[in-house]
């Protein structure tokens, strides 16, 4: 089992993707670590405009916990 600063635990990259779902748009993050991709739903908005906010927030927040290069 690793510690939360062990290497291994440190996201490669990270994208979100919004998703028409019954009516709704969900958006999903997805993390890529060394080992594993993990992928999830964070949220459901009524237009595609708000889940495309949402989503550039959640991605923009995610991208300034990735060591290294600004990713684009």
Known sequence: MSSVGDSEDQAREVATRVIERNGRFEVEILVVFPDR???????????????EIAASWICRAADRDIEGPVHG
């Open 37 to 51: 991709c993990v992928r999830k739903v964070v949220g459901d908005y009524p237009t595609r405009r708000k889940a």
